[in-house]
């Protein structure tokens, strides 16, 4: 039976970084971790509230865009710095939308003594990013498009990118048929097991009117 362990956890200090940057004593670090879950929740909330809003592009930008990678917090003894990875962040160029959005922060996090200061980041190459070609894949599979077809379009995105292997699996009920299944599709080389070798994974789940359906992507970048 296969020992399966998360392949971003199984590199990290290697190959990946952390996404938090903070010290707390050990009776107060569960409070920092909840404060850090509270402050991702809140962003991912706004950008999904503000792009219902806007549901008339079209389908390749639509299903791509303002889908956030990851978000950095780094925590000093005045200041909380948000530093917001994103691919396409048309939504947070609009005038007011960082002021509104720290607004929301402040009162998720409720800190008087500390400041927000947020900076957003966009990624050079998004169709690298694993979670903005999930998001491409969810858009498509809710538009009744079929999961082949939606798999190959993801894996013809990532040509865009210079990365060395694509590994993309769904499972779950596909196509509507009653029996759960799984189904796979790779390009590239993909070295889940030699740890300098740079991957991007994600795990992103997908409504639909047949029920949940999983998606998992392994992205290789490059081998240090």
């Known amino acids: 039976m296969g020992q399966k362990i998360n392949p971003l956890g199984f590199r990290l200090g290697t190959t990946q970084n952390h996404h938090s940057f903070w ?32 549901s008339n592009r079209k389908i390749e930008s639509d299903s791509s865009s303002e889908v956030i990678t ?17 691919g396409f962040p048309n939504l947070l160029k609009k005038k007011g939308a960082i002021e509104e959005l720290e607004n929301d922060l402040q009162k998720e996090v409720n800190s008087v003594n ?30 009744r498009v079929s999961f082949r077809k939606a798999m190959k379009k993801a894996i013809e995105l990532t040509k865009k990118a210079d990365i060395k292997g694509v590994k993309i699996k769904i499972a779950g009920r596909l196509a509507g048929k009653e029996i759960a299944r ?15 070798a740079k991957i991007d994974y994600c795990c992103y789940p997908i409504r639909t009117i047949y029920g949940v359906l999983g998606v998992k992507i392994w992205i290789f970048v490059e081998e240090e």
């Open 182 to 196: 799984a189904e796979c599709i790779k390009k590239g080389r993909l070295p889940l097991q030699t740890i300098r």
């Open 114 to 143: 500390q400041r927000l200061n947020i900076a957003i980041e966009k990624v050079k190459e998004p169709y690298r990013q694993p979670n903005i070609l999930a998001e491409y894949i969810a858009f498509q599979l809710k538009n």
């Open 23 to 54: 010290f707390a004593q050990p009776k107060n670090y569960s409070e920092g971790l909840q404060e850090d879950k509270k402050i991702r929740n809140c962003i991912k909330n706004y950008i999904q509230k503000n792009r219902k809003k806007g």
């Open 70 to 86: 990851h978000i950095e917090i780094q925590k000093e003894i005045d200041t909380i710095h948000v530093i917001i990875h994103i």
